[in-house]
Each structure stands twice: as structure tokens, then as C-alpha cells.
């Protein structure tokens, strides 16, 4: 089973980021958009595991206790990089108690025995792919200058800095994620609370 841990996104939050979507979708329309409702804060990326390997992961994230400050959520931007674009993003802003928490959850799960993350704790929403290729926010090896968010980039240049909100955390989740051609279908298996 496909597994990963996040936070859970307000319904506020949510419905600003729907709205938004609805506002800038049309300037791209090839590229795979997110649905609002699968928006979360990943935490940590599991990736495929035995069924049985869920207790042991339930478990070891029980005493998880760190607290998590404000995140505002706000601005935009392009992985790779802007001229490069493969992913569309929303950025996330917070004290340093969310990059302890993914550190501290990341930890658990390594003394499970899986891998650790190799790069430094990056948090955004994810809200587009560009079609074709691959999904991946690192540079990898032929990206080159691309046009996928052009027209995207030219029509929100023009526009505010959007803001969509803050929240506090009071608790993370593990997930399990179904892929299929209709998109990932997401799933609580467990909830764990902070603070």
C-alpha cells in the first residue's frame, strides 16, 4: 500500500484555494490540476509498503508531540524553476516547528527503515503538473527552458500576491493514496495529535 504522512488543510483555506483555482485554471488547461478536496501538507512520502508494516508506522508516530506554530499560506510558484516549469505551486509560510516536525516524523520512520528524505524540508501545495514528462519538483537531467505555465505565469504577474489564509495544526495524519487514471483517491488510516 502507498503511504505518506501530512497536515490537513482548514476548510477556509480550502474553499480560498478552490476559488483561486477556478480564477486560473483556464490559463492552462493542459496541465493536471489538483482537486481541492485531495490538498494536503506533505510531511512525509512513505511510498509503497506491506500491509503489515501500517502498525508498526501507526506506532512509531504515536509519540510524535512535537507543537507546530502559524502557517500562512500564501504566494505562488514554479518547480524546477519558473522557466522550467513542471509543477505549479502555492508557498507556505511558518516558524521552524514545521520543519522539526518532518524532521522528527522523518526520524521515526528511518528507524523503520525507511529512507530518509535527502533534501531540505520544502512545504507548498501542490496544484498542477504539466502534462507529459514527469511530475517531479527536482531538476532532472534534459529539463530545459519550457513553455507548460507561460500563459499562467503572464496572467498572474499582473495580479496580487494571492493570500489564502493561516492555520495551526492540532494534528497529523497518516495516509494511504490510491492511484488511478481519475486521479490519487486519498484515505486516513490514523490521526495523531500535536501539542
Same mark, same amino acid.
Given at each position: 500500500?502507498?503511504l505518506?504522512?501530512?497536515?490537513?488543510?482548514d476548510?477556509?483555506?480550502?474553499?480560498? $484555494?478552490?476559488?483561486?483555482?477556478? =480564477?486560473?485554471?483556464?490559463?492552462?488547461?493542459?496541465?493536471?490540476?489538483?482537486?481541492?478536496?485531495?490538498?494536503?501538507?506533505?510531511?512525509?512520502? $512513505? =511510498?509503497?509498503?506491506?500491509?503489515?508494516? #501500517?502498525?508498526?508506522?501507526?506506532?512509531?508516530? +504515536?509519540?510524535? @508531540?512535537?507543537? +507546530?506554530?502559524?502557517?500562512?499560506? &500564501?504566494?505562488?510558484?514554479?518547480f524546477?524553476? @519558473?522557466?522550467?516549469?513542471?509543477?505549479?505551486?502555492?508557498?507556505?509560510?511558518?516558524?521552524?516547528?514545521?520543519a522539526?516536525?518532518?524532521?522528527? $516524523?522523518?526520524?521515526?520512520?528511518?528507524?523503520? =527503515?525507511?529512507?530518509?528524505?535527502?533534501?531540505?524540508?520544502?512545504?507548498?501545495?501542490?496544484?498542477?503538473?504539466?502534462?507529459?514528462?514527469?511530475? @517531479?519538483? &527536482?531538476?532532472?537531467?534534459?529539463d530545459g527552458?519550457?513553455?507548460a505555465?507561460?500563459y499562467?505565469q503572464?496572467?498572474? @504577474?499582473?495580479?496580487? #500576491?494571492?493570500?489564502?489564509? +493561516?492555520?495551526?495544526?492540532?494534528?497529523?495524519?497518516?495516509?494511504?493514496?490510491?492511484?488511478?487514471?481519475?486521479?490519487?483517491?486519498?484515505?486516513?488510516?490514523?490521526?495523531?495529535?500535536?501539542?
Amino acid at each position: 500500500m502507498r503511504l505518506f504522512i501530512a497536515l490537513d488543510i482548514d476548510d477556509p483555506i480550502r474553499d480560498r $484555494i478552490a476559488r483561486f483555482l477556478d =480564477g486560473v485554471r483556464n490559463f492552462c488547461p493542459d496541465a493536471r490540476w489538483v482537486r481541492p478536496e485531495s490538498l494536503h501538507v506533505t510531511l512525509k512520502f $512513505i =511510498g509503497e509498503q506491506p500491509d503489515e508494516a #501500517v502498525e508498526k508506522i501507526k506506532q512509531a508516530l +504515536t509519540d510524535v @508531540s512535537d507543537t +507546530t506554530a502559524e502557517i500562512k499560506f &500564501r504566494g505562488y510558484g514554479f518547480f524546477p524553476t @519558473s522557466k522550467s516549469a513542471r509543477v505549479f505551486w502555492i508557498g507556505m509560510e511558518s516558524g521552524p516547528q514545521l520543519a522539526q516536525l518532518a524532521a522528527a $516524523i522523518d526520524e521515526r520512520m528511518a528507524k523503520l =527503515g525507511i529512507q530518509k528524505e535527502d533534501r531540505a524540508f520544502s512545504p507548498h501545495l501542490t496544484l498542477a503538473r504539466a502534462t507529459g514528462g514527469s511530475g @517531479s519538483p &527536482r531538476w532532472r537531467k534534459g529539463d530545459g527552458p519550457n513553455r507548460a505555465f507561460s500563459y499562467l505565469q503572464e496572467k498572474l @504577474s499582473a495580479l496580487p #500576491v494571492p493570500e489564502f489564509g +493561516t492555520m495551526t495544526p492540532r494534528e497529523f495524519f497518516l495516509y494511504q493514496s490510491q492511484l488511478s487514471p481519475k486521479g490519487s483517491k486519498y484515505t486516513k488510516l490514523a490521526n495523531f495529535a500535536l501539542g
